[in-house]
């Protein structure tokens, strides 16, 4: 039975992009997202236009807010998502700062760039608005890159003042999404809700949270090290994979025959009808595409091959 809106959750959304992240919290029907934000007008007018096809009713789908979030007082993102009644006793906020200054395939300019520095600016939101739960999402460069490491545990020992954090590094690969995306995402919950709700689990959580955010960080110690001391203090419900080490299992030329139907990119296009780019394929006007193979190893020319991709790499 369809949850009633009266009884739905309230979710405000920073980053929301095209509202990728926002559909996967409505998709659970027990969500309902309250409040927009996004500075980009083009990924706006893509919200708004495309999160209605889906069927989706958020506000009629409407960006409330269009600018930096560096630029929002607490005050006005309130007023706008709760009117005049203030902020509910439970709400939750999510968003996905951009990443391209921790990805590995950027600059790495970290915290200091001016996409880096707004991770901070997302984690100040949220603890001046306090909300009972939130979700960030970033690169997983954020987490196994050294510098970006460190600044990452300064911001959990921020919010660990007011919130049990739980880190995981997730790849849509293996929960049925057929690209190869690691992402690394945080939640936390309100400490005083935990007391309030969780009493029995309460100190516990609150115990490896502080654990988590005070993990050691000397320089010799590996990523995997402390990835493996993350997992080992999980108390976050984390949802297990559809297909554990997907990429592993179904990555190499040998095994791909054997990949699942679901995680195949071809299974996703023939499920579109009517697709505007339907007929724009890569035609090949050369036979260097169809003749020009060589041997694995060999680097004294260029090479010319077509494969077939089965799931696309990460950006």
Same mark, same amino acid.
């Given at each position: 039975? =369809?949850?009633?809106?009266?009884?739905?959750?309230?979710?405000?959304?920073?980053?929301?992009?095209?509202?990728?992240?926002?559909?996967?919290?409505?998709?659970?029907?027990?969500?309902? $997202?309250?409040? +927009?934000?996004?500075?980009?007008?083009?990924?706006?007018?893509?919200?708004?236009?495309?999160?209605?096809?889906?069927?989706?009713? /958020?506000?009629?789908? #409407?960006?409330?807010?269009?600018?930096?979030?560096?630029?929002? &007082?607490?005050?006005?993102?309130?007023?706008?998502?709760?009117?005049?009644?203030?902020?509910? %006793?439970?709400?939750?906020?999510?968003?996905?700062? =951009?990443?391209?200054?921790?990805?590995?395939?950027? *600059?790495?300019?970290?915290?200091?760039?001016?996409?880096? *520095?707004?991770?901070?600016?997302?984690?100040?939101?949220?603890?001046?608005?306090?909300?009972?739960?939130?979700?960030?999402?970033?690169?997983?460069?954020?987490?196994?890159?050294?510098? +970006?490491?460190?600044?990452?545990?300064?911001?959990?020992?921020?919010?660990? #003042?007011?919130?049990?954090?739980?880190?995981?590094?997730?790849?849509?690969?293996?929960?049925?999404?057929?690209?190869?995306?690691?992402?690394?995402?945080?939640?936390?919950?309100?400490?005083?809700?935990?007391?309030?709700?969780?009493?029995?689990?309460?100190?516990?959580?609150?115990?490896?949270?502080?654990?988590?955010?005070?993990?050691?960080? =000397?320089? #010799?110690?590996?990523?995997?090290?402390? &990835?493996?001391?993350?997992?080992?203090? +999980?108390?976050?419900?984390?949802?297990?994979?559809?297909?554990?080490?997907?990429?592993?299992?179904?990555?190499?030329?040998?095994?791909?025959?054997?990949?699942?139907?679901?995680? /195949?990119?071809?299974?996703?296009?023939?499920?579109?009808?009517?697709? =505007?780019?339907?007929?724009? $394929?890569?035609?090949?006007?050369?036979? #260097?595409?169809? %003749?020009?193979?060589?041997?694995?190893?060999?680097?004294?020319? *260029?090479?010319?091959?077509?494969? /077939?991709?089965?799931?696309?790499?990460?950006?």
């Amino acid at each position: 039975m =369809p949850v009633r809106v009266s009884e739905q959750i309230p979710i405000l959304s920073f980053f929301s992009g095209a509202g990728f992240l926002d559909i996967g919290f409505l998709r659970q029907e027990a969500f309902n $997202i309250v409040w +927009h934000n996004e500075c980009n007008d083009d990924f706006a007018r893509a919200y708004e236009h495309g999160v209605g096809l889906l069927g989706y009713n /958020t506000c009629n789908n #409407k960006i409330q807010s269009r600018g930096r979030i560096e630029n929002i &007082k607490a005050k006005q993102v309130v007023k706008q998502a709760f009117a005049e009644e203030g902020a509910l %006793k439970m709400f939750g906020i999510i968003g996905g700062p =951009p990443c391209p200054d921790f990805s590995c395939a950027g *600059k790495n300019n970290g915290r200091k760039g001016e996409n880096g *520095k707004l991770i901070g600016k997302f984690v100040s939101m949220i603890i001046r608005l306090r909300p009972t739960f939130f979700l960030l999402e970033n690169v997983p460069g954020l987490l196994e890159t050294k510098k +970006h490491r460190t600044y990452l545990f300064s911001l959990l020992k921020k919010l660990h #003042k007011y919130y049990a954090v739980d880190i995981n590094v997730l790849n849509a690969l293996e929960y049925g999404v057929p690209q190869n995306r690691r992402r690394v995402f945080i939640v936390g919950i309100n400490l005083k809700w935990l007391l309030q709700h969780r009493r029995n689990k309460h100190a516990d959580i609150k115990s490896k949270s502080k654990k988590i955010t005070t993990i050691d960080l =000397p320089y #010799k110690k590996s990523t995997l090290d402390i &990835k493996q001391e993350i997992e080992n203090l +999980h108390w976050f419900s984390w949802p297990d994979p559809l297909f554990p080490d997907a990429r592993a299992r179904y990555g190499t030329n040998k095994e791909r025959e054997k990949c699942p139907k679901s995680l /195949t990119v071809d299974n996703c296009f023939s499920k579109v009808n009517g697709h =505007p780019n339907a007929n724009d $394929i890569f035609n090949a006007y050369s036979d #260097k595409i169809t %003749k020009g193979r060589i041997e694995e190893g060999d680097v004294s020319r *260029k090479s010319f091959s077509v494969y /077939t991709v089965f799931f696309t790499v990460q950006m």
